[in-house]
């Protein structure tokens, strides 16, 4: 079955410096990926969607890589603050209509001052 | 332009009650998905409706459970006969709808389920 890896220990990075996240997935060939940001007791928020055919993703501070060989996505956020600490969700999706999302467990971000 | 909204927030119910979850979508979206989330794990998905219509219920237990979205008025997820495991996080999303499977999902805060 299809199976999405994330960090399963909490990160924690000085503030300033270059958080790296990672996601891995087997059993599966998704179109795309997407990250999304949870704060406790919030919904997810949408951060930045990227394609199979798409290498790398830029948005502000924010960085994805997607690597279809290796099965993984790196989620980079640069110049880390300490208002970037939450957790943070990778998915996958898939060609299907349905649009039905595969959520990973998440990995805990903490930037520390 | 208001975003997703839920109500109630926080529900409590006893075992054996009923638990009716409701999820008005962003103005204009037209496609509602319901996750569910225990603590510390990933959001499950549960089902995917258009109006007045299921399209992906593979992930909501065949029995208890239910939603529909009806032409007018809110997505409801309805829990029947709650147990104790049925507590969690139950969230909401909108979307779109337009062509192609891209389409950016917009959540909810969420309604937190407690049964005792």
């Known amino acids: 079955s299809q199976k999405i890896e994330q960090n399963s220990e909490a990160l924690n990075i000085q503030e300033g410096k270059t958080a790296t996240l990672t996601c891995n997935y087997t059993?599966?060939?998704?179109?795309?990926l997407q990250w999304y940001r949870q704060d406790p007791g919030r919904g997810p928020v949408f951060l930045l969607l990227?394609?199979?055919?798409?290498k790398e993703k830029r948005k502000e501070r924010l960085k994805v890589t997607f690597d279809t060989t290796l099965k993984q996505s790196l989620f980079h956020i640069t110049a880390s603050q300490p208002a970037d600490s939450a957790t943070y969700l990778c998915?996958?999706?898939?060609?299907?209509?349905?649009?039905?999302?595969?959520f990973g467990s998440g990995t805990r971000l903490s930037i520390r001052p | 332009n208001a975003g997703v909204m839920q109500n109630p927030r926080h529900l409590v119910r006893r075992r054996g009650q009923e638990a009716r979850l409701r999820c008005s979508p962003m103005?204009?979206?037209?496609?509602v998905y319901w996750y569910r989330q225990l603590p510390e794990e990933g959001l499950k998905f549960m089902v995917y409706?258009?109006?007045?219509?299921?399209?992906?219920e593979s992930g909501m237990p065949k029995e208890r459970f239910s939603a529909e979205f009806p032409k007018e008025g809110p997505s409801i997820l309805r829990i029947q006969q709650v147990v104790r495991g049925d507590s969690a996080a139950y969230f909401c999303?909108?979307?779109?709808?337009?062509?192609?499977?891209?389409?950016?999902?917009?959540f909810g805060p969420g309604t937190r389920l407690t049964v005792l």
């Open positions: 999303a909108s979307s779109l709808g337009t062509s192609g499977s891209s389409d950016t999902q917009y």
């Open positions: 059993n599966y060939s998704p179109a795309y």
């Open positions: 990227i394609r199979e055919n798409e």
């Open positions: 998915a996958l999706d898939g060609y299907s209509s349905a649009s039905k999302i595969i």
């Open positions: 103005k204009g979206h037209s496609h």
């Open positions: 409706l258009q109006k007045e219509n299921i399209i992906d």
